[in-house]
């Protein structure tokens, strides 16, 4: 969703990489069609590479001396990282600028930052665009994402405190609510729509085996119901009722913005004869998103088909889509699954919300959370007064630094300092790797 907001595309479409496993070489026919493409591609910029492995990094890199036919860097382009290391890392895997995991060779020679990432220049944004009109909000985030909640000052502590509400029913009906583990999320989102007024419909997945040995197949159709959202991509049961808050589970048009992360709410249904549903009706708060979708519908659409109970014009029809899933990856069959594309969404997992931006945000805070998730939830939001607090009476309740003397809390400080390998790495590339800046408009003090 992140690549949409800025009409760009995900890495793993761009250069067709792996979701999972190892890179594989392109085919001969697939080379040639990727060649065309970027036959003029000079320079990439990728962002939120906070999220971007060591491992994703060289992936790249190997594609695109692939795709350019050289051992050149980056197939001899340019590339510039954008991205802010206070936000979360790589899931199961090491930072950017680590080596690689099971890289055997590096840990012989003891090195700490891989040979791609030393060929990078650092240079530093201090401009904080998404609280841009709350600057005050803004310090506070940048003192929290580098030294954690006790490094806030008594003004900052008084300025969260400020946004906790004790009655979460109170909280805007739009606000986002961010969990740390997708069991609380679903926990949440059961409950959030089990409350909300009208008639819930569900869709349950159609499951089919296909391909040889149908038999073998049919022994894990019972096992189907609780598999794993990551290896069905579709959900087996999905919960439907109008006016709540649903999210896309996969890509269905990158270009379109109906992509995985994409959030909207459900307005309609269409159902079959048998009163089944086939096709639901969202409205994304970005009109962009389904615009393309909307108009190939509305140009297909008989005069006779017309339902003057929907809004055309903002409403994307989402239709039941159909995915193969290889249960065992020697196997030769695979269950086909027939569902539609979303989960619940009234509430998102803080790894989920990375690189998104709300109007309100509401956050539990009686959750264990890190440095690093607290961050990033609460920078979601783009102001103070969008952001909703709940679970304690304060951000600091509990906090074993709360007996600590001002010297101490320093001290402490410090101690996380040197053992936190990203400060390290950002001090490393500021002292050896600052870029030489030969452009005015890159300077603080441009006018």
Known sequence: MAAFNVNAVTLHCAFHLPL???????????????????????????????????????????????????????????????????????????????????NVYAQILNEKVNSLWLEFKYFELTEIMRQRNDIEFADLLNTLGFDGLIALNNRQVQLLDSRIVNDTSKIPKETVFLFHSNKSVGEFNNTRLDSLPGELITSVAKDEPKGKDKEKASRFMIHLPNIDLKKSVLPYIVRLKLSAKYMVVMNINVTDGIVNGSVGTLRNIDYDAARKPIRIWLQFPDRNVGKVLRRDYMQTLKDSDYDSTINYEFWTPIPLNVVHMKIQQTSKW?????????????????????GQTYQNVALDISQQLTKNLLYVALSRVTSLRGLYLYGKSSVHQGASYLR?????????IKQARACNIVMQEIDRMKRDSLLDNKFDFLNDDYQ
């Open 20 to 102: 999972q496993g190892d890179l594989k070489p392109l085919s001969e026919n697939k080379l040639k069609e990727v060649r065309e493409t970027y036959k003029r591609l000079k320079f990439i910029i990728i962002d939120e590479i906070s999220l971007v492995s060591a491992s994703r990094l060289f992936d790249i890199n190997n594609r695109l001396q692939q795709i350019f036919n050289n051992e050149l860097s980056f197939g001899g382009l340019s590339v510039l990282l954008v991205g802010d290391f206070k936000q979360l890392q790589p899931v199961n895997d090491n930072w950017i600028f680590q080596n690689r995991k099971n």
């Open 334 to 354: 695979h269950i086909e699954r027939k569902q539609f594309p979303v989960v619940e969404c009234e509430a998102l997992t803080i790894h989920k919300s990375q």
């Open 404 to 412: 600590k003397t001002n010297r101490e809390k320093q001290d402490m």
